[in-house]
């Protein structure tokens, strides 16, 4: 607790109770990882997903621990509950820490205190004040969750179009997924191609965009075609994939080889 008390006044705020919480989070999601990959799991569809840590019995013992701290700074009475003038430096602390400019009028956070307080006594008790911040903090780790995945699929994608052998893996979870839309058949329907491409996003954590995959369809001449082969489906998927290593300048950060290297049909 120490070490997270920044400002060393022996209570921690909000930012703090963040900084702190993220850290047992990722103790146990270290701890799950490490089982996983004792069972012989690995890949990006074994990574440890935030928002369901926060539902784990544990995790929530420690978060209300954490919480009871951060709670003791705000009470300043020592009274054992925020009244409005507590709550609103609650606020004040949360704005800051989500870099929210927009300040709220008393009576907006009189009614923002009203959603937790449960019992309507007109102050905010300790587990009160526990599901509060049990709420902000599934809403940071679900940004935190999609940020982090949106690094680790950024970071596979390089690691396709830069390295052969893991160019081959990803093609061959293409291809599973391809014939699971054209079911026996060489081909799939046009109209199958986004939720293929949902469903490597889902396993790889690849943040496709579907304006990038239109894009994409329309500049390989796949948007005239009712049935598009395997073939298609790969040249497209690393137009996208290649498109996704541009700057907002349109420069490859990487380097990636010779696409006709890269896409070359084996078949």
């Given at each position: 607790?120490?070490?997270?008390?920044?400002?060393?006044?022996?209570?921690?705020?909000?930012?703090?109770?963040?900084?702190?919480?993220?850290?047992?989070?990722?103790?146990?999601?270290?701890?799950?990882?490490?089982?996983?990959?004792?069972?012989?799991?690995?890949?990006?569809?074994?990574?440890?997903?935030?928002?369901?840590?926060?539902?784990?019995?544990?995790?929530?013992?420690?978060?209300?621990?954490?919480?009871?701290?951060?709670?003791?700074?705000?009470?300043?009475?020592?009274?054992?509950?925020?009244?409005?003038?507590?709550?609103?430096?609650?606020?004040?602390?949360?704005?800051?820490?989500?870099?929210?400019?927009?300040?709220?009028?008393?009576?907006?956070?009189?009614?923002?205190?009203?959603?937790?307080?449960?019992?309507?006594?007109?102050?905010?008790?300790?587990?009160?004040?526990?599901?509060?911040?049990?709420?902000?903090?599934?809403?940071?780790?679900?940004?935190?969750a999609e940020q982090r995945d949106y690094l680790r699929g950024r970071d596979y994608v390089l690691r396709v179009l830069g390295d052969a052998e893991e160019y081959q893996r990803?093609?061959?979870?293409?291809?599973?997924?391809?014939?699971?839309?054209?079911?026996?058949?060489?081909?799939?329907?046009?109209?199958?191609?986004?939720?293929?491409?949902?469903?490597?996003?889902?396993?790889?954590?690849?943040?496709?965009?579907?304006?990038?995959?239109?894009?994409?369809?329309?500049?390989?001449?796949?948007?005239?075609?009712?049935?598009?082969?395997?073939?298609?489906?790969?040249?497209?998927?690393?137009?996208?994939?290649?498109?996704?290593?541009?700057?907002?300048?349109?420069?490859?950060?990487?380097?990636?080889?010779?696409?006709?290297?890269?896409?070359?049909?084996?078949?």
């Amino acid at each position: 607790m120490e070490e997270t008390d920044k400002n060393k006044d022996g209570k921690i705020d909000f930012e703090e109770f963040w900084a702190l919480t993220l850290k047992v989070l990722e103790e146990i999601a270290n701890e799950e990882a490490g089982q996983a990959k004792a069972l012989g799991e690995t890949g990006p569809e074994v990574a440890v997903d935030l928002q369901g840590l926060l539902e784990n019995a544990k995790s929530r013992e420690d978060i209300d621990n954490i919480a009871n701290e951060t709670f003791k700074k705000y009470d300043k009475d020592g009274s054992g509950f925020l009244e409005v003038g507590e709550f609103i430096q609650v606020v004040k602390d949360v704005q800051n820490f989500l870099e929210i400019d927009e300040e709220l009028t008393e009576e907006e956070v009189i009614e923002a205190m009203r959603n937790y307080d449960f019992n309507q006594d007109g102050k905010i008790s300790l587990s009160e004040y526990q599901s509060l911040m049990y709420d902000l903090l599934k809403m940071q780790a679900a940004k935190y969750a999609e940020q982090r995945d949106y690094l680790r699929g950024r970071d596979y994608v390089l690691r396709v179009l830069g390295d052969a052998e893991e160019y081959q893996r990803y093609k061959a979870l293409l291809k599973e997924i391809f014939e699971k839309y054209s079911q026996g058949k060489d081909v799939i329907e046009r109209t199958n191609i986004h939720a293929l491409f949902d469903d490597v996003k889902a396993i790889t954590r690849i943040p496709f965009a579907n304006y990038a995959i239109e894009f994409g369809i329309q500049g390989l001449g796949l948007g005239e075609k009712n049935e598009v082969q395997f073939d298609d489906i790969t040249k497209l998927s690393m137009e996208v994939l290649r498109t996704m290593t541009k700057d907002t300048d349109g420069e490859v950060e990487v380097e990636i080889g010779e696409p006709e290297v890269i896409i070359e049909d084996e078949n």
